[in-house]
């Protein structure tokens, strides 16, 4: 997916840029980079963290930043932030969201005969290239922003340093995305995520509104073009990608889950089974089985453990199969917890299907005896058109779509309402073929009430379409 970091200061904000940025290391894997201004002029570098963390990367580089304004970005898309020279400046932008109509834009750039764009090694435009091109076809900064949340099918939330050392920021339209402000006494930064500038030493101070704009300097945090009344931020970044210390919209990313877990142990009182622990898929998985276990009052266990040192999350690879072959090397088990006990396991959500099916047969294979499933989501049906936080090409990678279409081709389609709704004579048949598929001895959902019940602020405010396909 993505996220960004910046600040704006009487001071150098090297490091408070360096690090901001590698707070958000959770929500990419591909590029890093910063752009910091210094009286005018602006440095910058871009890495690729495919294999190397990000704070590995740029501490070289540190030596020879300086200026007391900055922005940075984890990007798992286009290498970003970009330096841009137009009518309205020169200036950084970095951009986090998806473009689904970035080829008709582009065409439509074309058809004047004036305009080009440099290609990557795909053939294909860098988006936050598109997106500059799009905010210079306006007279200044602010409308040229508002023009490009219009026109972009998909989200869109930007980050923009210009050369005088200001920082603009604007939201999604729908908010899909948080951005946060923080203050200290000498500036501000702007973050998605909160933890990450309360261990930089600034405190909470204002959270963008959907489609709103602030410009940032030293000494002020100006709200520039007002915040829309419709808001549909992402359900995923409680219950899986948001850090756990992080608070988006007042809720904690961590209690939530805690909540969530409860919720789903609470309407599966009368038909729990008997199980000798509950254990949680690291990392995000746990806070749900704490929940789950606290409820249940059975106790929670960790049967495995994920080994870090050498697999890092940030080596991802693009190949399947050796994802598989990571994940597995990952998954360190306690055999004393493991051999003849039955299990209950609590996962974030289960999306492919791929690593969960890895982990269930090395349990088996470490002697457990029974291995019950549990998601803290509903079933994933609709492909994310809106923030790109699945390594998923295809709605067809999808577990519950390959299984209707294996029960009843692609008629099976036409009725995902049913198969993702585990009261429905198709839901039972869903979850029945999923057990036999893996092995479960028991497969059970959170409902997508409990879930808007565990986040708590007004359900229609929270995107849920890769569960109902509603927009």
């Known amino acids: 997916m993505g996220g960004f970091f910046g600040a704006v200061s009487r001071r150098d904000i090297v490091l408070d840029v360096f690090f901001g940025v590698d707070y958000h290391s959770h929500l990419g894997t591909r590029r890093g980079g910063m752009i ?56 950084a932008i970095t951009t986090v969201g998806i473009i689904n109509n970035a080829d008709a834009l582009v ?31 306006k007279d200044d900064l602010i409308s040229g ?42 500036g501000y930064c702007v973050s998605f995520e909160s933890f990450a500038y309360h261990k930089l030493g600034y405190r909470d101070y204002y959270e963008l509104g959907p489609k709103e704009i602030v410009r940032l300097t030293a000494d002020s945090c100006e ?68 929940g789950y276990a606290n409820r249940s009052h059975k106790p929670f266990a960790r049967p495995f ?17 050796v994802r598989n072959q990571v994940a597995k090397m990952k998954q360190i088990p306690v055999p004393e917890l493991i051999e003849g006990k039955k299990l209950l396991l609590v996962d974030d959500s289960i999306v492919r299907g791929t690593q969960l099916q890895e982990t269930v047969e090395f349990l088996y294979e470490s002697g457990a005896k ?9 079933p994933i049906a609709y492909g994310c058109k809106y923030l790109n936080f699945s390594r998923s090409k295809s709605e067809m990678e999808l577990l519950v779509r390959r299984i209707v279409i294996e029960l009843e081709g692609d008629e099976g389609l036409t009725h995902l309402d049913e198969y993702v709704d585990a009261s429905t004579e198709r839901g039972r048949k869903l979850l029945d073929t999923i057990c036999q598929k893996f092995g479960f001895s028991s497969l059970g959902y959170q409902s997508i009430d ?22």
């Open 223 to 290: 709200s520039v073009s007002p915040a829309g009344k419709e808001m549909r931020i992402c359900a995923f970044l409680w219950t899986y990608y948001g850090y756990p210390n992080s608070n988006y919209e007042g809720v904690n990313v961590e209690l939530m889950r805690y909540r969530n877990g409860e919720i789903m142990a609470e309407n599966e009182a009368e038909t729990m089974p008997d199980v000798d622990s509950v254990a949680g898929m690291p990392d995000s998985g746990v806070p749900h089985a704490i």
């Open 36 to 91: 910091i201004c210094d009286d005018g002029r602006f440095q910058r570098q871009i890495h690729n963290i495919e294999s190397t963390p990000f704070r590995t990367k740029f501490e070289r580089d540190l030596e020879t930043f300086s200026g007391t304004s900055g922005i940075g970005c984890i990007s798992d898309s286009d290498p970003q932030p970009l330096l841009v020279r137009s009518h309205l400046g020169l200036y």
């Open 450 to 471: 409990g879930l808007l019940e565990a986040i708590g602020i007004d359900p229609c405010k929270i995107c849920t379409y890769c569960w109902t396909g509603k927009e």
């Open 107 to 137: 065409k439509e750039f074309f058809s004047d005969h004036t305009h080009q764009f440099m290609a990557m090694s795909s053939g294909k435009v860098n988006e936050t290239e598109l997106v500059a091109a799009i905010i210079n076809q």
């Open 305 to 321: 453990v994920k080994y870090t040192p050498t697999w890092s999350r940030s080596f991802v690879p693009e190949n399947q199969s």
């Open 370 to 378: 029974e291995v019950h499933m549990r998601s803290a989501c509903p």
């Open 145 to 186: 922003m508002l023009h490009a949340q219009e026109v972009v099918d998909g989200s869109l939330t930007m980050l923009i340093l210009t050369q005088n050392g200001e920082i603009y920021v604007s939201r999604d339209k729908l908010g899909r995305l948080p951005v946060l402000i923080g203050k200290n006494h000498v």
